[in-house]
T-cell receptor, first 115, second 116 residues
């Protein structure tokens, strides 16, 4: 069975600082991995996804994530935080199950950005 | 183009009442998913539709929950005899194919259900 662990339910950074949100997964097959962002009172928006084409994946809003098989990790980074990045971030793993894919989500990490 | 839409955006109901939540997927998407997001439980998978059929209902928490999809498009999630523990945000997502792990799911804004 697949699972996702996000370290830290809350991460606080200053505006302009590096953002690092951690995600570790377990999967019995090569995974597909996703990062979604959720702004208050909104649905989930796809930031980026890993589908084995390249280990470093670039997404929207300046975010990127690196797939490291040896560490079973898919951490999300952004060089310089903006106030508008404050939101909740979810890491998810996808596996094929009886011919279709399902997403298993981590618990989420709330990113707080201070001026 | 239009994304996934859900209605109502907010629903307040009394314990014991039935509620219906609606999801309009992205046009042309054959796969549709329902999730529940609640404090302490995170995002839980409820049910998956491929076309009008639901090959996986394993996530439905009890027999008070049911869902249907008609015309390969609109889906409704029905909760009968609502309980306070049903209070949550119900999210709908759709994807183009459903099969294949790289298929991206696109989410709607959710319906916030409050059971008093």
């Amino acid at each position: 069975a697949q699972s996702v662990t996000q370290l830290g339910s809350h991460v606080s950074v200053s505006e302009g600082a590096l953002v690092l949100l951690r995600c570790n997964y377990s999967s019995s097959v090569p995974p597909y991995l996703f990062w979604y962002v959720q702004y208050p009172n909104q649905g989930l928006q796809l930031l980026l996804k890993y589908t084995s084409a390249a280990t470093l994946v670039k997404g929207i809003n300046g975010f990127e994530a690196e797939f490291k098989k040896s560490e079973t990790s898919f951490h999300l980074t952004k060089p310089s935080a903006h106030m508008s990045d404050a939101a909740e971030y979810f890491c998810a793993v996808s596996e094929v199950n009886s011919g279709y894919s399902t997403l298993t989500f981590g618990k989420g990490t709330m990113l707080l950005v201070s001026p | 183009g239009a994304g996934v839409s859900q209605s109502p955006s907010n629903k307040v109901t009394e314990k014991g009442k039935d509620v219906e939540l609606r999801c309009d997927p992205i046009s042309g998407h054959t796969a549709l998913y329902w999730y529940r997001q609640s404090l302490g439980q995170g995002l839980e998978f409820l049910i998956y539709f491929q076309g009008n059929s639901a090959p996986d209902k394993s996530g439905l928490p009890s027999d008070r929950f049911s869902a249907e999809r008609t015309g390969g498009s609109v889906s409704t999630l029905t909760i009968q005899r609502t309980q306070q523990e049903d209070s949550a945000v119900y999210l709908c997502a759709s994807s183009l194919i459903g099969s294949g792990s790289g298929d991206t799911q696109y989410f709607g804004p959710g319906t916030r259900l409050t059971v008093l």
